[in-house]
């Protein structure tokens, strides 16, 4: 079983950059894919990216592509979300969510991954 944490949100203006962590605990850390999703205000909860168990693949939802990158160090069990050019429309909550998967898979649905973190907060003034 793997807990995750959050961290890294606040405010920032558009075009600025803010850099999210999520760190996990347990042993097997680098036997999960990690994605990192959002959820603002009267939507559902979006996928924002994902990587891969040992950090080769990564895929991005279409509204990010370019602009976020997602990185995993399994010796210190973080995923990070850098999220560079931000915009208005990138406020939400950030959650990152884990499953315990093949080394190839990256999950891209909220329903596939089975632990979540609490959110942290990321708001874009324009």
Excluded: H
């Excluded at 959820?39 to 080769?56: C, K, L, M």
């Excluded at 609490?118 to 324009?126: A, H, I, L």
């Amino acid at each position: 079983q793997v807990q995750l944490v959050e961290s890294g949100g606040g405010l920032v203006q558009a075009g600025g950059s803010l850099r999210l962590s999520c760190a996990a605990s347990g042993p097997t850390f680098s036997n999960y894919a990690v994605g990192w999703f959002r959820q603002a205000p009267g939507n559902d909860r979006e996928f924002v990216g994902g990587i891969s168990r040992g950090g080769t693949i990564t895929r991005y939802g279409n509204a990010v592509k370019g602009r976020f990158t997602i990185s995993r160090d399994n010796d210190k069990n973080t995923v990070v979300l850098q999220m560079n050019s931000l915009k208005p429309a990138d406020t939400a909550v950030y959650y990152c969510a884990a499953r315990y998967t093949s080394p190839r898979l990256v999950p891209t649905t909220r329903d596939e991954y089975g632990y979540w973190g609490q959110g942290t907060q990321v708001t874009v003034s324009s």
